[in-house]
């Protein structure tokens, strides 16, 4: 790692140790199987949770009232994500097909096939009119949207993507895959910028920050990893412990990142600060399958969802 890389233990609180509602936080109910992944409105009013079914609901947080159940995939959702707009939702599945959506009349305006394999991430580009998707045998792809045309395919990663994300400018890509490298793509020459060691073994967790700043990455070392975005260079390494991390989530400001690990314990930690910070540690229930849990820190932090196996998603007040 380079020398500006910072490590930070972070003493965890104990459990439920200056979370709201303790033991008993709110819940959204209604799914119809296990819920993989999470992901909250720009405007923090709506939360979708894909399913293991392939259902996505989308919830308004403040009331806890289903609002929608888009259907149309026929395998688990891999993916969410909202443009930043705030008017689509782009879903992935393991039956190899992207879905944009109205999310708001719960109508799938675009369906995009063309990967052969399951599509374990993606990410939708600043100005929403484009999607990078990768797949489990390592293919990237760059998508118009409107109408749907592959416009890009990268390759060089060396296993299943693990995560995407556009740089602030467009121009750029960052991904990981299951080989444990981290990599920074110029999109005008199709070529890595920046090419490092995310992990020692798989990555099995991201999140880039709402202002595409930065991006966290999570191992089955059990370590979380901080990136600047823009120069694909590690500035923080936060070890959780020996269990890998499932879910991982960022916010800006203040600057923290969610996790989730293979025990059911989801921490916020703060980020970039002094090691004498305590982390908020909750316990969720764990999974026991294929790392099906999602994460969501919003309202500038002040709230922690984390949608898994047992159907429901727990909101906690920090």
Known sequence: ??????????????????????????????????????????????????????????????????????????????????????????????DATIRIWNYQTGRCTYVLQGHPFAIPAIALSPDGERIASGDSDGTIKIWQIQPPKVRIILKGCEGAIAGLSFGADGATLSSADNRGSFITWDLGSTRPIRTSEAHRGPVTAWSASPDRRRIATGGQDGKVRIWDALEGRCVQTIPLGRRPVLALTLTNEPSLVGAVDGRGRAQILPILQSTEEESLAVKVPPDRNDGGIGAVLFGSGASFAVAGPDRAVRIWQV
């Open 1 to 94: 790692m380079p020398k500006s890389d910072t490590t930070h233990a972070g003493r965890p609180a104990s459990l439920l140790d200056g979370a709201k509602g303790g033991d008993d936080p709110r819940r959204l109910t209604g799914a119809s199987a296990a819920l993989r992944r999470v992901a909250v409105s720009p405007c923090g009013k709506f939360l979708a949770a894909g399913s293991s079914d392939g259902q996505i609901r989308i919830w308004e947080i403040e009331t806890g009232q289903s609002r929608r159940v888009l259907t149309g995939h026929v395998a688990a959702i891999e993916a969410l994500v909202f443009s930043d707009e705030g008017i689509r939702l782009a879903s992935a599945s393991r």
